[in-house]
Structures are given as C-alpha cells and as structure tokens.
C-alpha cells in the first residue's frame, strides 16, 4: 500500500471514530435525560408525599418531632406543638423545650422517654398540664425516635384516649369487644378471652371459639338495623352456668360495641322470686277461703279460685283485672252483697279503706242467700289492700250446735247416778254434776269458790280423810307428764262406812274425768249372789254325783238283762218264736237304754270338762268301713243301700278312735232313721287344706228350716226316741276334737252331716306349741 492509500485509510477511520464518539455522545444524551426525568419525577413524589404527611399531620392535631442524640426537631405539625405546649404552660414553643417538659412532668414519663431514645421502646402515655392533656406516642425508626403528640384541651380534656379506654374496657371484669357488620369480633378485652379460654384474637378466630354465637346475631342485627339490641343468655363459663345481660349498640365510623354484664344473681334472685309467687299464688289457691288482692290502683292484681266460685264470678272477667268499685257492682246486681239502704255511701266507704295506714277490724257479712262471711282487710305490703272472704255459716252452726251439745251434756250428767267432775289441765273444775254435789254433800256456790282441784279436795276431805288417796288423784289431774295420767281406779271406804269405787280417765283436750259411785248395796248384793253361786256349785256336784251313780247302778241291771235276753233268743225250741220275738225286743230295749246312759255321762263329763281324748293314728278308710259293717244289718232290714266313698290314699288322722266311731254311729244312726225303703245312705271321707272331712249323707225327707238353727241342741229329738242326745253329742265331741259340724240339708231332698276335724287334733297341737317354744 502506497502513502496515498494509507492516508485515505486514516481519514477514513478516523471518520468513522468520529461518526461513533458522536453517536454514544447522543446516547449518552438520552440517558442522561432519561435519568434526569426519573429523579425530578422522585422527587415530585417525595415532595408530595410530604407535604401530604405534613398536611395529615397538621389536619389530625398532632405534632410529629424526630429525636437524635438528644436532640428534638420538629418534622410536622408546628400549629399541633404550639396548642401541645399551651396545655403544658411552655412558653417557647419548641421541639427541645416539650421534650423537656414532658420528662419534668412526670419521672414515669422520664423513665419510658429514656427507654424510647435509647434502647427503641415504644411507650405511650398522656401528661395533664395546667391547660389540657398532652397524649405522647413513641416509636423508633433507624436511628431516629418519633413522637407524635397530641392535645386535648376544653371539654374533651376529660376523655381518655383511645389507648387509654382500650385499657380500661380490658380491665373490666365482664367480657366486651367491638364486632364487625357480620357479627365477628375485631377487637376483644381479656375478660372474652378467659371466657373462650384463648390466648389472643387470633387464637380463638383458628379454633373457631366465640362467646356466643347468638350474641354475635345480635351484634349482626344491632349493625343491620342500627338500634341497640339487648338480651339474656345463660352460658357456661369456667365451668359454672351464669347469665350475662349482653348489649350491643352501633358506634359512630362502624363496628358493634357489645359488653356483657354478669347478672347470675339478680337472674336468679328473679327465679327465686317467681317462684316464690308461684308457689303463694299456689298456696293461696289451695285455701278454702276466699282472697283477692287490689293493687294501688284499686284494680284487680289477684284472685285465688276460692274467690271465683264464693261470689260466682267468671274467670275470664276477672282476668281483665276490674276495678274494685266494678267488682262491687257487679256483686250489687246479683243480690251477693249485704243489704243496705245507701249502696253508694256503703261503696265509698269499701273504696275509702285504700287510704288506711292499718289493718282494719273484721267484719261480718250477711248475704241474701243466708250465708255469714268474715270480711278481713289488711295494707299490702306491695300498695293496695288484701282482702280475706272466710264462709263462716257452717262455723256458726258448728257452735251453735255445740253450745246446745254441751247443755246436753250438762243434763245428762245431771241425770247420771254416779258423782262426775271435770278438772282441766291447770287443776281448775270445769264441769260438775248434781250427783257430785249430793254425794259430797256440796252445793254449786261452794264448788264455783273452790276453784280448783284443792279447793274441792278440803270440800271433800271431811267424808274421806285419806290424804294418801287424794295427792295421788291430784298427781293424775295436773301433772304435765302425760303418762302420769294414764287412768286409774280403785275403791275407797268412806267415813260413814259407805264403799266409793272411783275412777280417773284422761280425755283427749288435757282435761282429766273425775267418777265416784256409791256401790255398798253392790257390795252387798255381790257377796249374797256368791254365797248363791256356791249353793248352785254344789248343787252342780251333786247332779254329777247322782247323774253318776244312777247310770252306774242302771246298767248293772242292763247289762244283765241284755246277757239274758240274748240267751232266751238262742235256746232254739225250748223257747217260742213270739217268746224269741220278746227276747229281742227286750234286749233292744235295753240296749238303746245303755247307750242313751253312755251318751248322758259323756255329755256330763264334757260339760265339767273331765273328758280327756285318747289320741293314736286313726286310718280313716278302716273307720268308715268298720262303721258301715256295724250298720249293715240295719241298713238291710230297712231295704237301705249303704255306701262308703273315700280316696285310696285318705290316710290316717290324729284322733280319739272311739270318740269318732261314737260320732259316726250317731250320724249314721240318723240318717238310718230318716231314710225311707229303697233310699240310700253314704258315708264318706275326704282332705283338703289340712282338715279331713267326714260326711254322713242320706236320701231321707229332709230336715225342716225352723228345725235346722236348733237340730245340734240338746233334747231336740226325744220325739224320736232316746234322750235326744245324739246330735248334741256329735256337736260335742267334733268340737272337742278342735272341729266343728255343718248341715246341708233341703226338706224332701235329705240331709248331709260334715264333721270337719284338722288332722292334728287340738290337745296334740296345743303341746306340740309348748314343746316348740
């Protein structure tokens, strides 16, 4: 390359180098520019930005200062600090002289300033000067410590701040927050945390809790109408059932102030007073007299059911509560009210009863329809008057009738034979009759004087002198030990030698009856009817005795008469057949004699109570088939079918086996005699219920009904030959047994005789007892 060409290549270059420095020059230009646009822009924002802090600054009341190494500068709010250091009486009114002020006014304020310029707590606090309240807000920021005071002067001076209040609502006892539109809270004191047992708001909104759900709707409805809303709600808290009267009233800017009063006591003081009403109301209802209750109005407060239906008003008008001047008229018209020549003055004075300070005196109605009420009055405690209707008409009666009982008391006691007197509890002579004055030879003057127990007594001394006989009567007259009056009775000899038999009998209102009767002519009477009944003992002995000895002496004789004629019925041809027929007649004769004479001296010993029962087990099958086999051959003769009925396991019985067989013979006996041709006789046996039943039935004419109350007495059948005896003596026997007999019997249609004996007859049993015990 020559020189031309290399000049040519350096002009060019440096074309180019010229061509690029001018074209970063212009970008270099552009971004300068860019650059220079940003930050003025910056700072048009900053400077907005301040004059905006400054002006919520100043439009808020408040002064804002920066502090740094103990200096203090104002940053806004120059107006703020002025009416700051008029309320704290500063007379130069800048950043450095507050701050000073404020930590001279208090050394707590001093102690919370230091913390705040050096360490960067935050504190908050209000300082009262002579002219108003100065409220301090602290923060740190960097290096700087911010206070923003604020001035409270005039009327609000007295407010607290809002720190301040949240403080004081946080100390309160009973839960309060502020809620939202819907109800939830934003803001709770520490009374609703304990409540829903959390440690914060935020806690609590986590796990769901909340104070009461339904508080929270009244909050929601308290902000959707804006009208306070009030309610009682019982809830548990800490475990224990309590009321809180909850409010929720909207605040100004929004939100819901709710607080709760804890009314447990009054709530239940509330209960226990309704039920306390209740319960008088119901008292009251059950009463038989009428009551009625005016309030200070004179109107119906309350009426019982008595009340209602004495005057026969209906429950529905009286629900309405009328006056008491409209009850009154209404009882006018229906002739229930006493009757009175001027209604409207008697009215006035019922309604001027109101005005009384005390209890009025009873009174006493007499209605139209003839009943008596006692009218009480009394002040209610609540105002008003009360009012006590009492139907006494069956109380006059009562003691209308009791006055005339007890003058007939009076005449009958008058009219007894035996000297009577009352004493009452206190000793003194209530009651006495004529008898009494005759037989102490008293008059009524005297016995009125004496008054009382001893005073009767020296009456009465002069005719019985044992004073040992009357301090014992006096002990059961007044002694207040009611079992020192129990009753007592004696009899004592007087001084003219009559026999007295007394008596005492307390009676059931504490008095004591006092009794004497003369009883020498009993006496006497009695001892001459005992010499009577000795004579008749003897007597009774010697029937015994006869009634012995003449059966004893008869069947010596009977019995050989009966050994004879059985021998003249079997000599066979040495005697005839109308000699034989005689020889039987006599020896049934004296047969039925014999036994007539066993059946008196069984019956003799079991009136003097000399039969003893030789008791063994008697198998009652062998009893009444050994019995039917004895009367066979009768049975036969009369053309009588004789029957025995009795189970197969009837078993035995405790008994006297001869005293039953005597009991059969005679009952089948009967039945024989009463049983026509072709009839039929049954005996039977049968248990049940421990007692064996021996039945001796026939198909004979029957036994009348005037003759079935007497068939067991004695002699009621000699028409039939024999003493008559024999059903007397099975009466006897089955009773001696501890049984008893019955009759079924319809006349034509025969008879039936129930001899019930217990299986354990009634000796055995009475010493089984004694060896039981």
């Known amino acids: 390359m020559d020189a031309h060409e290399l000049i040519l290549a350096a002009a060019a270059g440096a074309v180019c180098l010229a061509i690029c420095a001018t074209l970063w020059a212009l970008a270099q230009q552009r971004q300068s520019h860019a650059r220079l646009l940003g930050l003025k822009r910056k700072i048009a924002e900053l400077e907005l930005r301040a004059e905006a802090a400054q002006s919520s600054a100043e439009a808020f009341d408040s002064a804002l200062l920066a502090v740094e190494d103990g200096r203090a500068l104002l940053a806004s709010g120059e107006e703020s600090l002025a009416v700051c250091a008029t309320a704290l009486a500063v007379e130069t009114p800048d950043a450095q002289g507050l701050v000073n002020a404020l930590m001279r006014a208090d ?330 004055e005759r037989f102490w030879n008293v008059n009524a003057a005297q016995l009125d004087q004496a008054g009382d127990f001893e005073g009767v007594v020296e009456l009465c001394v002069p005719r019985l002198h044992d004073r040992n006989f009357w301090r014992e009567l006096k002990g059961r007259v007044a002694d207040p030990d009611p079992s020192a009056r129990a009753a007592m009775s004696g009899e004592v000899k007087t001084s003219d030698s009559r026999i007295v038999v007394y008596q005492s009998r307390p009676l059931p209102d504490g008095a004591t009856l006092i009794a004497f009767a003369d009883v020498t002519d009993a006496r006497k009477l009695e001892s001459a009817l005992a010499d009577r009944s000795a004579a008749l003992a003897d007597a009774e002995r010697l029937k015994r005795d006869f009634v012995g000895n003449v059966s004893y002496e008869l069947r010596t004789p009977l019995t050989t008469i009966i050994g004879y004629s059985e021998l003249l019925e079997r000599s066979g041809e040495n005697l005839s057949e109308r000699g034989r027929a005689h020889a039987g007649a006599v020896r049934l004769a004296a047969t039925q004699l014999a036994r007539s004479i066993d059946d008196v001296l069984d019956m003799a010993q079991i009136d003097a109570d000399e039969m003893a029962l030789d008791l063994e087990d008697v198998h009652v099958g062998d009893l009444i088939a050994e019995t039917a086999g004895r009367w066979a051959r009768e049975a036969e003769d009369g053309r009588v079918s004789l029957q025995v009925e009795h189970a197969e396991d009837i078993g035995v019985i405790r008994a006297d086996a001869h005293r039953l067989t005597q009991i059969l013979d005679h009952l089948v006996e009967n039945a024989l005699r009463q049983t026509p041709p072709e009839g039929r006789v049954i005996i039977s046996a049968r248990r049940a219920l421990g007692e064996v039943k021996l039945q001796v039935t026939d198909t004979g004419r029957g036994i009348p009904f005037h003759v079935q109350a007497h068939i067991f007495d004695r002699f009621v059948g000699r028409e039939r030959g024999g003493p008559g005896l024999g059903l007397a003596l099975v009466k006897a026997l089955t009773e001696l047994h501890g049984g008893w007999v019955a009759l079924e019997s319809e006349p034509g249609n025969g008879a039936t005789f129930t001899c019930h004996l217990p299986e354990l007859a009634q000796s055995e049993a009475a010493s089984h007892r004694e060896l039981e015990f």
């Open 107 to 436: 050394p707590d304020h001093a102690r919370r300033l230091r913390a705040l310029f050096d360490r960067g707590e935050a504190c908050a606090f209000e300082v009262r000067g002579p002219e108003g309240v100065v409220a301090v807000e602290g923060r740190a920021a960097g290096a700087l410590a911010w206070l923003r005071l604020s001035a409270i002067i005039g009327e609000d001076a007295g407010l607290p701040t809002a720190p301040r209040f949240a403080a004081f609502l946080d100390a309160r006892a009973d839960p309060a927050w502020i809620a939202a539109a819907d109800g939830s809270p934003v803001w709770v004191n520490g009374a609703w945390l304990a409540a829903v047992d959390a440690a914060s708001l935020d806690e609590a909104a986590a796990r769901g809790l909340t104070f009461d759900k339904a508080a929270d709707e009244l909050a929601s409805e308290a902000a959707n109408l804006a009208q306070v809303r009030q309610t009682t709600r019982w809830l548990t808290v800490g475990g224990r059932r309590r009321a809180f009267h909850i409010t929720a009233r909207p605040l100004e800017g929004g939100g819901v102030g709710v607080w709760a009063e804890d009314v447990t006591e009054t709530e239940e003081m509330r209960e226990a007073l309704k039920r306390h009403v209740a319960a008088h109301d119901e008292t009251l209802n059950h009463i038989a007299d009428a009551v009625a209750i005016f309030g200070a109005n004179k109107r119906l407060i309350f009426h019982n059911t008595a009340f209602a239906e004495l005057w026969g008003l209906e429950p529905a008008w009286l629900g309405d509560r009328p006056a008491h001047g409209e009850v009154l008229d209404r009882l006018r018209q229906r002739r229930r009210l006493p009757e009175t020549a001027d209604y409207a003055r008697w009215k006035a004075a019922e309604l001027d009863r109101y005005e009384a300070l005390g209890p009025a005196p009873d009174d006493l109605w007499s209605l139209p329809d003839g009943r008596t009420l006692r009218v009480v009055r009394q002040p209610h405690p609540m105002g008003g008057i009360l009012l006590l209707f009492s139907d006494i008409t069956d109380e006059l009666k009562l003691k209308a009738q009791y006055n005339a009982l007890i003058q007939v008391q009076q005449a009958t006691l008058d009219k007894l034979n035996d000297a009577v007197a009352v004493f009452g509890s206190d000793g003194r002579l209530r009651l006495h009759n004529e008898a009494f």
